[in-house]
């Protein structure tokens, strides 16, 4: 049973538009939320990470939400670039172990 | 920079063949894991380890080992390599008193079981 999920697979942005990036969860135990990114051939990279106590956390062109009610969170990337194409992971923090969800390609067209 | 390094980007064995994959970090982390990465199932955790000789399994453990004999280095052990084994494996660490759960991941290795 997956305990935290992207239902989009993928998702296509033209440049300089918003990407919006979602992610459910079931457990409410998570206490801490991440973003990481991919790019093909490449470790994942850490890009944001919210605290279950804020609804907010903001990054240059990046910010996360969380609305604990819906166990929701979301990426927002204002404006997107075509270097922002690269596979988006959401993940939550359950005591010391690291959930990941299966992943939204983001593809930016110029 | 943190870093972690796979000693190995691509490999090619055989069916029953025995896989050593290694990984070492450089920061002096309590914390190493083992995932790989599939289409369309994300990364999933194999093992993880919190210290020196010790290990714990994550979801998909089976047909697969580890060890950590020293604390900068974790290896996964393939005993008998099967086709399903094909895959993206990454190496993570992470420091043991840090609870925000950021992972600093290796370049991956790519397995293929032939």
């Known amino acids: 049973d997956q305990q935290v999920k992207q239902n989009s697979p993928s998702l296509s942005v033209q440049e300089g538009r918003i990407s919006i990036l979602n992610c459910d969860y079931t457990?409410?135990?998570?206490?801490?939320f991440l973003w990481y990114k991919k790019y093909p051939a490449e470790g994942p990279t850490f890009l944001i990470s919210?605290?279950?106590?804020?609804d907010k956390n903001e990054d240059g062109r990046f910010t996360v939400f969380l609305n604990k009610s819906a166990k929701h969170l979301s990426l927002h990337i204002v404006p997107s670039q075509p270097g922002d194409s690269a596979v988006y992971f959401c993940?939550?923090?359950?005591?010391?172990?690291?959930?990941f969800g299966k992943g939204t390609t983001l593809s930016v067209s110029s | 920079d943190v870093k972690v390094t796979q000693s190995s980007r691509y490999l090619v064995k055989r069916t029953g063949e025995k896989v050593f994959l290694e990984c070492v970090q450089d920061?002096?982390?309590?914390?190493m894991f083992w995932y790989r990465q599939d289409p369309g199932l994300g990364l999933r955790l194999i093992y993880f380890?919190?210290?020196?000789?010790?290990?714990e399994k994550g979801d998909i453990p089976e047909g697969y080992s580890v060890s950590r004999e020293k604390k900068e280095r974790f290896s996964l052990i393939l005993e008998s390599a099967s086709t399903n084994q094909t895959s993206m494996y990454l190496c993570?660490?992470?420091?043991?008193?840090?609870?925000?759960?950021?992972?600093?991941f290796g370049e991956g290795s790519r397995l293929t079981v032939l």
């Open positions: 993940a939550a923090i359950l005591f010391t172990s690291l959930i």
């Open positions: 919210i605290s279950s106590i804020k």
């Open positions: 457990n409410s135990m998570f206490d801490y």
């Open positions: 380890s919190y210290d020196v000789k010790m290990k």
């Open positions: 993570a660490s992470s420091p043991g008193t840090d609870n925000t759960g950021e992972l600093f």
């Open positions: 920061m002096d982390h309590e914390n």
